[in-house]
């Protein structure tokens, strides 16, 4: 009868795993000598590299107590020993170096080729930031450019549907990772620069070894981020990578999750920022409606005064004018008095009754038509003789 196989949890197969590394001696205290792929300082102050040897590599992790005398941080590509032990990182699963001690043997050819592109590169102007683009800030349309089947699209795809379903997604499936990765992503780019609509560009891949991420530092990837007719934003694998074509980019960001949420608005705050707007556009409105009643009420209150002031103005002068016309009337009327006084005056003193007064009579017909001459008596019989005090009548009487 066959014996049962052993039957472990997860948990208990990496602390048996741990247990096995930690009982022989010589992990427990060792050097070892190996080229640095990447070396990266977190902002806890731990530090996390890659020890490099001909075929296979070492994940290496030197704790910030360990990294803080450290006299200069060691550069990509050089040769160092590691002083430390060897044990299993439980969260992961994976066995790394604890690092104590680094001390520099030497400079790695791949590091100084990576190196010298990237000083070529920056005098041809890719990576000035006066070349960057400003990234559309309500997308219509995205092309994300990264292998159909990994994490990462899925991670992209996720952060749009939630932020920003508006936007149009499409996908170009291309190998990031590998000898045919470059000139895959080269093409997937070109296809990209025809495809019509499209607002930006996603070149996005998911974490793994730094050594995975070398198609994104060769020189035509780089070349194709740059000459990209729309915005370039890469999300390009865990925090502490960066590749040449990040440089290049319009916009970098650490991680697949981290480019979408940078390329797609979050709804909700697009929907509080119209609200804010609303709400500050009626604001406005009110306050504006209150000035305008305000310059209303304060124009009619000048036009009230104003008018006022216009009509006491107007009164005066009516006063004014009509004592001056009544003055004026006086005055006529007192002229023409004096006027009509010299005249009664003038007439008095040619009036025939003036002249009786003096003891002149004056004679007329019994009709009352004057008699002035002998010739003009004609012959009537009886005439009348006025005098200042009455009259009396006489009979005519012929004399030859």
């Not at 009982?23 to 890659?50: C, M, Q, W």
Request: proline share 6%; glycine share 8%.
């Amino acid at each position: 009868m066959a014996k049962p196989l052993p039957t472990l949890t997860v948990d208990e197969l990496n602390q048996r795993v741990q247990l096995v590394l930690q009982s022989d001696p010589v992990l427990e205290n060792l050097s070892v000598t190996g080229e640095i792929l990447d070396f990266k300082v977190h902002r806890t102050g731990h530090a996390y590299f890659t020890l490099v040897g001909k075929e296979t590599r070492l994940a290496c992790v030197m704790f910030r107590s360990h990294a803080g005398q450290l006299p200069e941080w060691p550069q990509t590509g050089d040769l160092v020993v590691v002083e430390g032990s060897v044990s299993v990182y439980l969260a992961r699963g994976a066995y790394q170096l604890y690092a104590r001690r680094l001390t520099p043997a030497g400079q790695g050819a791949q590091a100084r080729a990576k190196e010298e592109l990237r000083r070529r590169l920056e005098l041809e102007g890719l990576f000035d930031p006066r070349g960057k683009r400003r990234l559309p800030k309500y997308p219509e349309s995205v092309v994300i450019l990264t292998s159909p089947t990994g994490a990462a699209v899925k991670d992209v795809l996720r952060v749009s549907r939630g932020r920003f379903p508006a936007c149009g997604i499409t996908v170009i499936p291309c190998n990031v990772q590998g000898d045919e990765a470059a000139p895959e992503i080269v093409g997937a780019f070109s296809r990209a620069a025809r495809r019509e609509g499209a607002g930006l560009v996603l070149l996005v891949r998911g974490g793994g070894s730094r050594d995975d991420l070398n198609p994104f530092d060769d020189e035509r990837v780089v070349k194709a981020v740059r000459s990209c007719p729309v915005p370039v934003v890469t999300g390009l694998g865990h925090e502490i990578d960066s590749t040449l074509s990040d440089l290049a980019a319009d916009a970098a960001a650490p991680t697949p999750s981290a480019a979408a949420e940078m390329v797609f608005p979050d709804r909700r705050a697009i929907i509080s920022e119209i609200s804010a707007l609303r709400r500050r556009a009626k604001s406005g409105m009110a306050r504006r409606l209150d000035d305008r009643n305000w310059a209303v009420e304060r124009s009619r209150t000048r036009l009230v005064s104003l008018a006022e002031r216009r009509l006491a103005d107007g009164e005066t002068g009516l006063d004014v004018f009509l004592d001056a016309l009544q003055r004026g009337i006086n005055g006529r009327i007192d002229l023409e008095t004096h006027h009509l006084h010299s005249i009664s005056s003038t007439l008095e003193a040619l009036s025939p009754s003036r002249v009786l007064s003096r003891g002149f009579i004056t004679c007329e017909t019994p009709e009352g038509t004057p008699v002035v001459s002998a010739t003009s008596a004609g012959k009537e019989d009886l005439l009348r003789l006025v005098f200042t005090d009455g009259r009396v009548d006489v009979k005519r009487e012929n004399h030859s």
